[in-house]
């Protein structure tokens, strides 16, 4: 059992002031591994005014000092890999395969941030005036369980390179995870108050940073629905918003595609991370004269599909965080039967052999654009197969979404994927992939998918603001 009983501010692992606590769980057997003792409204300004008085100092530090300590941050998290894998896989319920990959990634952000800072242009000179890229002042960052580190140091990054403080509320969810990663935060020798972390809910530690007149920026990564709630609030005192939100991304299968290719990287695409992830391909949009063929191969490739035995490098699908996320994914299959899709594969329940929190990669088929399955975001392993006739109403069924993350094509003609991906109302299109290879892209959604953008320069310039200095 484990007892996370700190919070981090101004340098220090101090006991909370709050008094709640939270239990935290092994999604993959429903037991009880540990509690957290959660932070409120008086630890929360502390950490605010810590990084108020940090910012003074930090705001006025070189490229080369900051350039120095993402360095630390990164060989940081990398000293203490398993630890942090080891503690995702237990908390979270990522396979380990998935898990290595995110851990190194999350690390490696330090070091592309530093590469993307020193060609930042902080200084322009231009015939009668100087443009100054000055930052804004202490960052509030609200972070998901569906990626805890990565999250954490993606919105980290930046806030370091520009100069900026920052206030971290990470998930209780994933209070195992973040303390270790915290201590990694420690290990790097940050200056005391430029880093802190407090754990906590959003209706008592994240109303607190989103409202609060000290803090310059909120950075959100979460549902639209809790999204438009810190817009609206952060609009009260004028605060600039970062806000990574809900996505119900579809998977256009055009005429000419490889079905054998495309159809596995279509089922990688929707399952990934279990399905809890913003950025799943959960709608496959495939032509009509090829339905048959499709959910033969739909069935044959579930079945490659490895589930369960986290600690199998073959594993693909782990549990759902919570027993509350398992009962939303069944609500939402039970949606779909009842107003008349198809199960092709899956359905309610566990899968066989498995209990805890895993719930069944499920396939609908003969799916509506107008039923709920297809319209809301799930956040676990259900997808939506939906036929089209023409080109054309294939982008439409694309397009009609409150969402705008991402989108993905599978066809035998990049030139024509090409084209009808510049059709596509989204923040990134992939062509014949599953994962972007371009570190210097942004990230972010257009609709209500959310606001600003993050990754390489794109995050500095959401945590700067330009002066004008003239003669």
Known sequence: MKIIDKIYVDGQFTAPHGTATQDLYNPATAEKIGIVHLGDQVDTNKAIEAAKKAFLTFSKSTLKERGEILQRLHDAILANEEALNNAAVEEYGSPISATKGR???????????KAAMESFEFEKQLEYATIVNEPLGVIAAITPWNADYTHICGKLAPAIAAGCTIVIKPSELSAI????????????????????????????????????????????????????????????????VTLELGGKSPNIILEDADLQKAIPLALAIGFSNSGQACHAGTRIIVPESKLEEIK?????????????????????????????????VQRYIQSGWDQGAEILVGGLGHPEG??????????????????????????????????????????????????????????????????????????????????????????????????????????????????????
Not at 103 to 113: G, H, K, N
Not at 312 to 318: D, K, L, Q, T, Y
């Open 354 to 471: 498995l209990g805890g929190f895993y719930a069944k990669p499920t396939v609908f088929v003969n799916v509506e654009p107008n039923m709920t399955i297809a319209k809301e975001e799930i956040f676990g392993p259900v997808l939506c197969v939906i036929t089209y006739k023409t080109e054309e109403e294939a982008i439409n069924i694309a397009n009609d979404t409150i969402y705008g993350l991402s989108a993905y094509i599978s066809s035998g003609n990049e030139e024509k994927a090409k084209q009808i991906a510049r059709q596509i109302i989204s923040g990134r299109v992939l062509i014949n992939t599953a994962v972007n290879r371009e570190s210097k892209s942004p990230f972010g959604g257009f609709k209500q998918s959310g606001i600003g953008r993050t990754s390489w320069a794109y995050g500095i310039e959401e945590y700067v603001e330009p002066k004008v200095i003239a003669l």
């Open 177 to 240: 995870q973040t303390q270790i990663l915290t201590e990694c935060f420690d290990q790097a020798g940050v200056p005391n108050g430029v880093i802190n972390i407090v754990n906590g809910t959003g209706p008592v530690v994240g109303a607190v940073l989103t409202a609060h007149p000290d803090i310059a920026v909120v950075t959100f990564t979460g549902s639209t629905q809790i999204g438009r709630l810190i817009g609206s609030k952060a609009a009260e005192t004028m605060k600039r």
């Open 296 to 328: 033969s191969l739909i069935v044959e490739s579930v079945k490659n599909i490895k589930i369960g035995d986290l600690w199998n490098a073959e594993s693909f699908i782990g549990p759902m965080v919570s027993q509350k996320q398992y009962d939303t």
């Open 103 to 113: 851990t190194r990634y999350a690390a490696q952000i330090f070091l592309d941030t």
